[in-house]
């Protein structure tokens, strides 16, 4: 089992910046594939980013609509991963979920669908105002 938290969360303008952090617990985490997933109210969750572990190493992966806006990163001797959220719009605005798997899949696209992921946190609230 995986247990993880999320943090960092808040109200911020928009142009602004926000970093959020998913703190894992209960397995090796440099092991896990990270993933950032957002829902906004009356809308399906979406995927933002993850961070794939495979045996060449780590991959990072986008949703076009965050690329060159959103970084997201690891501090493996922190069990943490982070999303660094700069450029933020309004239509940002969403709860942010941390997730976690340890299963390696084929293709990437697959890290995108929430159910690759075995692991959710609870979520943290991002409001951009206007």
């Known amino acids: 089992q995986v247990q993880l938290v999320e943090s960092g969360g808040g109200l911020v303008q928009a142009g602004g910046s926000l970093r959020l952090s998913c703190v894992a617990s209960?397995?090796?985490?440099?092991?896990?594939?990270m993933g950032w997933f957002r829902q906004a109210p009356g809308k399906e969750r979406e995927f933002v980013a993850a961070l794939i572990i495979s045996w060449t190493g780590g991959r990072t992966y986008y949703a076009d609509s965050v690329k060159d806006r959103f970084t997201i990163s690891r501090d493996n001797a922190k069990n943490t991963v982070y999303l660094q959220m700069n450029s933020l719009k309004p239509e940002d605005t969403a709860v942010y979920y941390c997730?976690?798997?340890?299963?390696?899949?084929?293709?990437?696209?697959?890290?995108?669908?929430?159910?690759?992921?075995?692991?959710w946190g609870q979520g943290t609230q991002v409001t951009v105002s206007s």
């Open positions: 997730a976690a798997t340890s299963t390696s899949f084929n293709s990437l696209s697959t890290y995108t669908q929430g159910r690759a992921y075995a692991y």
């Open positions: 209960g397995r090796t985490f440099s092991s896990l594939t």
